[in-house]
């Protein structure tokens, strides 16, 4: 009786080892309601923050296949959850997933579900607004401002905290400048320094892009222009003048040239050689076969 009681507490207690964590989600916060309305603010900080903080282990896709295997935060059943419930898991975490409580605040973690929830249902983001955009240079100290605004029937009206990208085009692929993020101020404007020593082409051309990209509130835009602001390239041409064995210009060092003039009188001396042993062993044969 007593080896029974023995083996019921082993399968017992191993069992409640093994057992993952339940997610202890009370009803009071399941029913706990969003509240921070959907907005292209929100959505913007809430794809912010999962672009930094969630795709590594949730996957680009946040299908749940990123470094390791997750949950996927796309799916019909996650999204049947109410904001209450994906609350919770978020703050509290459960065994690899960590407790965002400490590090992201509230209206962070319900911006990140709109933008979870945007992600499931594309219609829940308003359409993407027009804007314009003029690119003003000063050629003195080689800087770019972009003006951001929207037209109205007199006048132009600046757009405050807008992410301008500042490129310049490289021969594979698009080189940053200016800062990770480069906000419009209240004038809708923002101003970047070309850095200096940038390589351009045999002229000291470069190819400049200024963009708006990858934002949920206004749709891409994009301009570009061409400015002398770089460096010119030196192509090295001048192969044939250096004071090497083929230089038609410069005169060969005469150290070089004696190396390789030895070099293949050994060679030919050797070469000569093997044929005379040759040509020695064909003679001999014929003695013998006389
Ligand atoms: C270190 C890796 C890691 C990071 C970073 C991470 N997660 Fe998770 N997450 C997991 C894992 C693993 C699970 C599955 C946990 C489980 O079911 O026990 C999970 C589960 C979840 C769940 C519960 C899904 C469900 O319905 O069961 C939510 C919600 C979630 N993650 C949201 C997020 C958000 C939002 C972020 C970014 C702020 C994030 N996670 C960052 C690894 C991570």
């Known amino acids: 009786m007593k080896t029974l009681y023995l083996i019921l507490f082993l399968i017992i207690s191993n069992s409640a080892v093994c057992q993952i964590k339940k997610w202890e989600i009370s009803n009071e916060n399941a029913s706990k309601s969003n509240t921070v309305e959907i907005n292209y603010k929100s959505l913007?900080?809430?794809?912010?923050?999962?672009?930094?903080?969630?795709?590594?282990?949730?996957?680009?896709?946040?299908?749940?296949?990123?470094?390791?295997?997750?949950?996927?935060?796309?799916?019909?059943?996650?999204?049947?959850?109410?904001?209450?419930?994906?609350?919770?898991?978020?703050?509290?975490?459960?065994?690899?997933?960590?407790?965002?409580?400490?590090?992201?605040?509230?209206?962070?973690?319900?911006?990140?579900?709109?933008?979870?929830?945007?992600?499931?249902?594309p219609s829940l983001i308003p359409p993407p607004k027009d804007v314009s955009m003029d690119v003003e240079l000063n050629e003195e100290i080689k800087s770019i401002t972009a003006f951001i605004y929207t037209k109205s029937?007199?006048?132009?009206?600046?757009?405050?905290?807008?992410?301008?990208?500042?490129?310049?085009?490289?021969?594979?692929?698009?080189?940053?400048?200016?800062?990770?993020?480069?906000?419009?101020?209240?004038?809708?404007?923002?101003?970047?320094?070309?850095?200096?020593?940038?390589?351009?082409?045999?002229?000291?051309?470069?190819?400049?892009l200024v963009k708006i990209e990858n934002s949920i509130e206004f749709k891409n835009t994009e301009k570009s222009f061409t400015k002398p602001w770089g460096e010119a390239l030196k192509t090295d041409d001048k192969w044939y003048d250096k004071n090497s064995l083929w230089g038609t210009s410069a005169k060969t060092p005469v150290w070089l040239l004696m190396l390789i003039i030895g070099i293949s009188s050994i060679v030919f001396a050797c070469l000569t050689y093997v044929f005379f042993i040759i040509y020695k062993i064909k003679k001999s044969s014929e003695i013998y076969l006389n």
């Open 44 to 121: 913007s900080i809430g794809k912010n923050i999962v672009i930094k903080t969630c795709v590594s282990c949730h996957g680009n896709k946040i299908d749940g296949n990123g470094l390791m295997k997750s949950t996927s935060l796309i799916s019909d059943s996650f999204n049947k959850q109410s904001d209450g419930m994906i609350f919770t898991k978020i703050s509290e975490g459960r065994e690899l997933m960590p407790s965002f409580k400490g590090m992201l605040k509230e209206e962070e973690i319900w911006s990140v579900i709109n933008y979870l929830r945007a992600l499931y249902n």
């Open 153 to 208: 029937d007199t006048a132009k009206i600046p757009l405050k905290d807008v992410d301008i990208h500042f490129y310049v085009k490289r021969q594979f692929g698009l080189m940053n400048i200016g800062e990770a993020n480069n906000l419009t101020k209240e004038n809708g404007r923002v101003t970047v320094s070309i850095p200096d020593n940038i390589i351009g082409d045999d002229m000291g051309n470069i190819q400049i």
